[in-house]
């Protein structure tokens, strides 16, 4: 999450969106007032090899937190900042972006399988999804709702990076393009394996249409 007092916008960080890469690349542009929350330490060292801003002014008590909805950040800031900032949030087709969640998941397994207390093993996308994909949805939805009522400015489509990033750094008068700086920051990257086809079946997507149905509609996915 970034609160950008220099170029007056807010950035919602949502999830599985490549919105890691994102920060990293926003961070970049950042003034010394501006809020910039931490993210996980091998995510950060991308952001400390660029030479890019790190984490700052997020408060004492952690007040900014990476994954805060929007709704969260209107109850932590003035009703100026919120009125006046621009704020917005990428997002992503839900049936790409479920698919995503899982083999993120199941790559964490792998990392923590190196550390003696963990245990856990990998899931089948069955079970995952059973288990995560309303939940997922759910939040993903809220992240940028209240009551059904929109609370962001724009959402960058994760299908149309490229065209949003460079129509975003023309809006906020950034030095440069996004764009360009985004897409040389491989955060989270080679997470799906290369064999990462999964057919899924006819009673999930049906699952996915219900569970999704808000965020589909929305975006007209």
């Not at 400390?48 to 994954?67: A, Y």
């Not at 064999?195 to 808000?214: G, P, R």
């Amino acid at each position: 999450m970034i609160l950008s007092h220099k170029y007056k916008y807010i950035f919602i960080k949502s999830f599985k969106t490549a919105s890691t890469s994102l920060e990293i690349a926003l961070s970049k542009y950042c003034g010394k007032e501006d809020v910039i929350t931490p993210i996980i330490n091998e995510d950060e060292k991308i952001r400390k090899i660029n030479g890019f801003n790190g984490p700052q002014n997020f408060g004492d008590t952690n007040i900014f937190h990476e994954h805060m909805s929007a709704l969260e950040i209107k109850s932590n800031v003035s009703k100026e900042i919120w009125d006046n900032y621009f704020k917005f949030v990428v997002v992503r087709n839900p049936f790409d972006q479920i698919m995503s969640a899982f083999h993120w998941h199941n790559k964490s397994k792998e990392k923590e399988k190196k550390l003696i207390f963990f245990k856990k093993r990998k899931k089948k996308f069955e079970d995952f999804f059973k288990i995560k994909a309303h939940h997922i949805f759910e939040d993903e939805y809220n992240r940028y709702t209240e009551n059904d009522n929109v609370l962001v400015d724009q959402f960058i489509k994760y299908e149309n990076l490229k065209k949003d990033l460079v129509q975003l750094s023309q809006k906020l008068n950034f030095p440069e393009n996004i764009y360009e700086t985004f897409n040389n920051i491989r955060a989270k990257s080679n997470i799906r394996p290369g064999n990462s086809m999964i057919e899924v079946n006819n009673e999930i997507n049906d699952k996915i249409k219900v569970l999704a149905k808000k965020i589909i509609k929305l975006h007209n996915y």
